[in-house]
């Protein structure tokens, strides 16, 4: 079993086990870190919430369980509404605790609501996902979308434990997997360059520990923690539109898209070269991915995309991306729409 700390710039440090069996971990860390709890509330998908390890799930305390619906068009305001009124129904008090089992979007709404429930209830997450146990669970960034874009409403809050138990995966179809390795693709430009060479242990607790110091360094993403938004920028953009046209796809999937869709910009913008390129092709490739567009993606319109990249958190009334160059990925604002718009053009033909 492998622990990293989250030293956080406000609130209190927290561990998070990472390893086969790890989910047993959980009573230990209700007891040591919410000890005046009397009542849990366990909040899952219907997916995980039907699986056979989950009736195992023990928080050390009484509990009921509360599940949402699965997948992104669950993160909502209306689903935020509904979960709240739950809370209160089963008599959750400010002193108790909020258990998120499942992956990005179960703990991003869960976590969310319990930022805001009481003002402020503590919760720990069980991430059964890769995506969850690389990324999501990790940092206290918490929220739901709206039909204008992604996380577009939300609250930095962060948990007093994580669970990332990775005899979990074992059971993920392979779309989530390749939604995980979206996002692991993303640390190896960030510092971890060997991670495709790892086992799922390391390559968890190595992506946990890359992000732990990256919010230690910048909790709230006004500086280098940005960074970690690589390949977001059109990913994102990509998630609201499927959302907007009823297509399926998966936020590790479309962050691939936007790794290469970045190296294909940072190319037009003299950032990088034709070596630069062909470096993303490779990693990308050594993780299982192409990074090109999926099908239920092709024919979107460059005009609708470009709308949504504009509502990217990290932008200041323009275009911004994190783009790769001569000292490794920056921020990069004021991007030409022309040349976002180009590179769009080469994406969908490469």
């Known amino acids: 079993m492998q622990r990293v700390t989250v030293t956080p710039g406000q609130g209190a440090p927290y561990d998070v086990v990472v390893g086969a069996g790890a989910s047993g971990e959980l009573a230990p860390i209700v007891a040591a870190r919410v000890p005046a709890a009397t ?177 230690a360094a910048d909790e709230r993403e006004e500086g280098p923690r940005a960074l970690l938004n690589y390949g977001h920028t059109l990913g994102h953009a990509l998630e609201a539109a499927a959302l907007a046209h009823g297509a399926d796809v998966r936020h590790g999937e479309a962050v691939a898209v936007g790794l290469r869709y970045a190296a294909l910009l940072a190319r037009r913008l003299g950032r990088i070269g034709d070596d630069g390129v062909g470096r993303h092709d490779e990693i990308l490739g050594r993780f299982g991915l192409s990074g090109r567009l999926p099908a239920a993606l092709t024919g979107l319109d460059p005009a609708e995309l470009v709308t949504y990249m504009r509502r990217d958190k990290k932008a200041a009334h323009d275009l911004t991306f994190v783009l790769d160059g001569p000292r490794g990925p920056e921020v990069v604002h004021g991007v030409p729409v022309d040349e976002v718009r180009s590179a769009l053009e080469e994406l969908a033909c490469t």
């Open 39 to 215: 009542h849990a509330v366990v909040v899952t998908d219907v997916t995980v919430g039907g699986t056979p390890w989950f009736s195992r799930l023990d928080p050390g305390l009484p509990f009921e369980v509360v599940t949402v619906e699965p997948g992104e068009r669950a993160k909502t305001l209306g689903t935020l509404e509904r979960l709240c009124g739950a809370l209160a129904r089963a008599g959750l008090a400010r002193g108790d605790v909020v258990v998120a089992v499942g992956g990005g979007v179960v703990t991003d709404l869960a976590g969310f609501a319990a930022a805001v429930f009481h003002r402020g209830t503590a919760y720990v997450t069980v991430a059964t996902s890769l995506l969850g146990q690389v990324d999501a669970a990790i940092g206290g960034k918490t929220g739901v979308n709206l039909a204008e874009g992604k996380n577009l409403v939300g609250a930095f809050w962060h948990p007093v434990g994580v669970v990332c138990d990775t005899s979990l995966l074992g059971t993920l179809p392979a779309r989530e997997w390749a939604s995980g390795r979206g996002e692991m693709a993303k640390y190896a430009f960030l510092g971890e360059p060997g991670l495709a060479d790892l086992d799922i242990d390391d390559q968890v607790a190595r992506c946990v520990a890359r992000k732990a110091a990256f919010v």
